[in-house]
């Protein structure tokens, strides 16, 4: 029933309904929180990082499109995966900016600190390196296949199955898993190489 609810205030929501944007909210929160937290874990076990601050981002972005370009719960999901994935990559290129001394004219977060404390001082440098290579391969293996970089960020990003991933992109189990196959392997040579560079 609630994943009926889902979908039918996602469709509200693409139509302009922005009163089920509101009602959506606190359905998908639980979910969406799930989706941060393990987000944050993947990085080398940093449990240091704000699930609710990335909830609360990830949302806000989401949200503030001219529409949810998501028509069921799983779709949605990935969508956030997504935007989670985008978040995060954008912290860690800060970081490594940050790091090679490009805070010249850098302009702070603070202000917003109450409603998202920045995230910047709580990802490790190893952690933004990992995570900017991958978002970097993933860019490219976006040009190069760009259904396979879709099942990735399901994957990897959201977490979803095999076959919440075919369902999310309307593609065969069979061919979710094939192409999880090999775009894991090449992701893996990918980041390596630029790690060594």
């Given at each position: 029933?609630i994943d009926?609810?889902?979908t039918?205030?996602?469709?509200?929501a693409?139509?302009g309904?922005?009163?089920?944007?509101?009602s959506?909210?606190?359905?998908?929160?639980d979910?969406?929180?799930?989706?941060?937290?393990?987000?944050r874990r993947?990085?080398?076990g940093?449990?240091t990082?704000?699930?609710?601050?990335?909830v609360?981002e990830a949302?806000?972005?989401?949200?503030?499109?001219?529409?949810?370009?998501?028509?069921s719960?799983t779709?949605?999901?990935?969508?956030?995966a997504?935007?989670?994935r985008?978040?995060?990559?954008?912290y860690?290129?800060?970081?490594?900016?940050?790091?090679r001394?490009g805070d010249?004219?850098h302009?702070?977060?603070?202000?917003?600190?109450?409603v998202?404390?920045?995230?910047?001082?709580?990802?490790?440098d190893?952690d933004?390196?990992?995570?900017?290579?991958?978002?970097?391969?993933?860019r490219r293996?976006?040009?190069?296949?760009?259904?396979?970089?879709?099942i990735?960020?399901?994957?990897?990003f959201?977490?979803?199955?095999i076959?919440?991933?075919?369902?999310?992109?309307?593609i065969?189990?069979?061919?979710?898993?094939r192409?999880?196959?090999?775009?894991?392997?090449?992701?893996y040579?990918?980041?390596?190489?630029?790690l060594?560079?």
């Amino acid at each position: 029933m609630i994943d009926e609810a889902i979908t039918d205030l996602l469709i509200a929501a693409e139509r302009g309904d922005s009163a089920a944007l509101e009602s959506l909210f606190p359905l998908v929160y639980d979910s969406l929180r799930t989706l941060a937290r393990r987000q944050r874990r993947a990085w080398q076990g940093n449990l240091t990082l704000n699930t609710t601050a990335l909830v609360h981002e990830a949302y806000l972005k989401l949200v503030n499109q001219e529409r949810i370009a998501a028509t069921s719960r799983t779709h949605f999901f990935a969508v956030a995966a997504t935007a989670m994935r985008h978040i995060l990559c954008n912290y860690a290129r800060d970081r490594r900016r940050l790091k090679r001394g490009g805070d010249a004219d850098h302009v702070s977060l603070d202000d917003a600190a109450d409603v998202a404390p920045d995230l910047r001082s709580v990802v490790s440098d190893e952690d933004a390196d990992a995570l900017s290579a991958l978002d970097d391969a993933l860019r490219r293996l976006a040009l190069a296949d760009p259904r396979q970089a879709r099942i990735v960020e399901c994957r990897f990003f959201a977490g979803l199955s095999i076959e919440e991933t075919a369902q999310a992109l309307g593609i065969s189990p069979a061919t979710v898993k094939r192409d999880w196959t090999f775009a894991r392997a090449w992701l893996y040579r990918e980041i390596q190489l630029e790690l060594r560079g």
